[in-house]
């Protein structure tokens, strides 16, 4: 499915990175640049890149784990506090009407970095699915990353 925003075509012209994202946006010197909207010694909070909705974020250890029993009890704490986070800075600042919340854990349960654990954290709006998705195979979101990033950005800082 294709996401219709447009800002993907310089990154689809740079060429894929064989790195983990996350390992490469957890010790980037440029944070806006990579997304990222916190990174503290256990986890990193950054933009998904190519998001269901527009605030659509990722909680991910900064260790490179694959498998949530990997993680020791500290950072599955901080995990889940990184995500209460994420609900808040979207409540904030988007008002959602709800939120998607979870793990995609392995391949075959939809994981597309099966390697490196992270948590989604999606808000969601009553009519916000169409049928773009499904008759076009075109995602449409309302605001480029950059926008989105901006203004959820204040809302980590302390």
Known sequence: ???LYGDRMQYLRSGASTECFLCEDASTEDPPDHLVLERDPQILIVMNRYPYNSGHLLVAPLRHV??????????LSRVMEGSLQCLSALRQ???????NVGFNLGSAGGAGVPAHLHLHVVPRWTGDTNF???????????EM??????????AFTD
């Open 1 to 3: 499915m294709d996401r």
């Open 66 to 75: 694959g498998d949530l029993e990997e993680l020791k009890p500290a950072e």
């Open 145 to 154: 990353l950059a926008d989105t990033y901006a203004k959820l950005r204040p």
């Open 132 to 142: 773009m998705p499904v008759v076009g195979e075109t995602k449409v979101l309302p």
């Open 93 to 99: 600042v988007y008002s959602p009407q709800g939120f």
